[in-house]
C-alpha cells in the first residue's frame, strides 16, 4: 500500500490575476492520482514590519 502524495503550492504574490497563482490553479487539474496539491493562501498572514516587532 503506498502512502498518499501532497503538495503545498505556495503563490508568492497576492494579487488575483497573479500568473503563479494561476498556474498554481491550473497544476490542481492536472496531478496524477493519488497526488493531492493544496494551495496556501498569504492574504491572511501579516506582513512583517520590524517597528512592530517585540524583544522576547
Known amino acids: ?3 498518499p502524495v501532497r503538495i503545498l ?3 508568492g504574490s ?5 500568473y503563479n497563482r494561476a498556474a498554481l490553479r491550473a497544476a ?3 496531478v496524477p492520482a493519488g497526488v493531492t496539491l493544496d494551495i ?12 512592530e516587532e517585540h524583544n522576547p
Open 1 to 3: 500500500m503506498s502512502t
Open 40 to 51: 496556501f493562501e498569504l492574504d491572511g498572514i501579516p506582513g512583517f514590519n520590524q517597528d
Open 9 to 11: 503550492g505556495i503563490a
Open 14 to 18: 497576492l494579487r488575483r490575476a497573479s
Open 28 to 30: 490542481t487539474q492536472l
